[in-house]
């Protein structure tokens, strides 16, 4: 059981109940703090009506750290989604997702930490200025899209809590409802879904947690209303819906792990030279650029060759 604290932020800055009460207050102090900044041109609300609440999200582009490859359309990263929780269709997620409520919002901290709790969404993101980063998504299903994020790195996070010096991993579970996620009715996977990653990759700067795309709130079926974003990753670490964070010794068992062990491993780094037993990884399909058959090199750690320090040493077929 992890032990309750009190939450780290003092209580005249907690936001006034009616303004958390306020739809469009949405994450009132992230979006204080960010520099109103807005992607020339494009709508995406004109493009998708599948989106319940449409709302604009303030933040300053961050080109350090961003692809100057072309963009997939909202249309695109919207509506071609894996959320098993929604489904196993691509299309599912779109259709079946949008009731799904992502307010309120607690997420739980927990384990080897100094400031653990259960914190309302709002609270959590307070402190931290929103960005924008444009990253490459690579599935291990060997497909592909360039997607503008909206979030804050996650080693931010981290810090504010204080994790203890046990703490070596952080875990990650998404929401278990299988009232409102039809798709955790079928044993498809272990539910919740778990995943995690070793401090040092959660303290990277390049992994982010998410909380808007091309401006925006998430869409549901893109993990609202908090997710993680690991660019260097197959798609599958990157959890969406998360509900718990948790500091832990040891390496959590991920949900994919569980369910196929010699298919999905711990670290799951984009390698064009460790095939999956189903998929060649070394070449990629990009959504909706070019044909079918159009298939383009995968890159070692996709292309960010940036965190290759992290895994010096390691054999990464081992360590897949
Ligand atoms: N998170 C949860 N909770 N459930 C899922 O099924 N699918 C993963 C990941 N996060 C998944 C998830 C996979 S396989 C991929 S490729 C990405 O989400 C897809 O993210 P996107 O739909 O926003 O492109």
Same mark, same amino acid.
Not at 42 to 53: D, G, R
Not at 185 to 212: C, S, T
Not at 269 to 277: L, R
């Given at each position: 059981?992890?032990?309750?604290?009190?939450?780290?932020?003092?209580?005249?800055?907690?936001?006034?109940?009616?303004?958390?009460?306020?739809?469009?207050?949405?994450?009132?102090?992230?979006?204080?703090?960010?520099?109103?900044?807005?992607?020339?041109?494009?709508?995406?609300?004109?493009?998708?009506?599948?989106?319940?609440?449409?709302?604009?999200?303030?933040?300053?582009?961050?080109?350090?750290?961003?692809?100057?490859?072309?963009?997939?359309?909202?249309?695109?990263?919207?509506?071609?989604?894996?959320?098993?929780?929604?489904?196993?269709?691509?299309?599912?997620?779109?259709?079946?997702?949008?009731?799904?409520?992502?307010?309120?919002?607690?997420?739980?901290?927990?384990?080897?930490?100094?400031?653990?709790?259960?914190?309302?969404?709002?609270?959590?993101?307070?402190?931290?200025?929103?960005?924008?980063?444009?990253?490459?998504?690579?599935? #291990?299903?060997?497909?592909?899209? %360039?997607? !503008?994020?909206?979030?804050?790195?996650?080693?931010? =996070? &981290?810090?504010?809590? *204080?994790?203890?010096?046990?703490?070596?991993?952080?875990?990650?579970?998404?929401?278990?409802?299988?009232?409102?996620?039809?798709?955790?009715?079928?044993?498809?996977?272990?539910?919740?879904?778990?995943?995690?990653?070793?401090?040092?990759?959660?303290?990277?700067?390049?992994?982010?947690?998410? #909380?808007?795309?091309?401006?925006? %709130?998430? !869409?549901?079926?893109?993990?609202?209303?908090?997710? =993680? &974003?690991?660019?260097? *990753?197959?798609?599958?670490?990157?959890?969406?819906?998360?509900?718990?964070?948790?500091?832990?010794?040891?390496?959590?068992?991920?949900?994919?792990?569980?369910?196929?062990?010699?298919?999905?491993?711990?670290?799951?780094?984009?390698?064009?030279?460790?095939?999956?037993?189903?998929?060649?990884?070394?070449?990629?399909?990009?959504?909706?650029?070019?044909?079918?058959?159009?298939?383009?090199?995968? =890159?070692?750690?996709?292309?960010?060759?940036?965190?290759?320090?992290?895994?010096?040493?390691?054999?990464?077929?081992?360590?897949?």
């Amino acid at each position: 059981m992890a032990r309750y604290r009190p939450p780290p932020i003092p209580a005249s800055e907690i936001t006034p109940e009616p303004v958390y009460r306020a739809r469009r207050e949405f994450m009132a102090g992230a979006l204080a703090l960010g520099a109103g900044a807005a992607w020339p041109g494009e709508s995406a609300a004109q493009m998708v009506m599948n989106v319940s609440v449409v709302e604009k999200l303030q933040f300053r582009p961050n080109p350090r750290f961003s692809t100057d490859e072309p963009k997939n359309t909202f249309e695109e990263i919207t509506t071609y989604n894996n959320f098993y929780e929604f489904g196993t269709d691509k299309s599912d997620p779109a259709k079946n997702a949008r009731s799904f409520r992502t307010r309120p919002w607690n997420v739980a901290i927990e384990g080897e930490a100094e400031v653990t709790g259960s914190f309302a969404l709002e609270d959590l993101l307070k402190p931290h200025a929103l960005e924008a980063r444009i990253y490459r998504l690579r599935c #291990v299903e060997a497909w592909s899209m %360039v997607i !503008p994020w909206i979030g804050f790195p996650l080693g931010e =996070l &981290v810090k504010r809590c *204080k994790p203890t010096s046990r703490a070596k991993y952080v875990e990650f579970t998404t929401l278990l409802d299988p009232k409102q996620m039809p798709g955790q009715r079928f044993p498809v996977i272990q539910w919740p879904y778990v995943e995690g990653l070793r401090m040092d990759e959660a303290m990277h700067p390049l992994a982010i947690l998410a #909380v808007g795309l091309y401006g925006e %709130v998430l !869409p549901n079926q893109n993990g609202a209303p908090l997710r =993680l &974003v690991v660019p260097w *990753k197959y798609g599958f670490k990157s959890i969406k819906s998360i509900v718990r964070i948790r500091f832990t010794e040891k390496q959590p068992r991920t949900s994919w792990e569980l369910s196929a062990p010699r298919e999905y491993g711990f670290y799951a780094n984009v390698n064009p030279e460790v095939d999956h037993p189903r998929w060649s990884q070394k070449r990629e399909r990009r959504i909706g650029a070019g044909s079918l058959w159009d298939r383009r090199p995968t =890159l070692p750690f996709n292309g960010y060759d940036e965190v290759a320090g992290l895994y010096r040493g390691m054999d990464l077929r081992k360590f897949f």
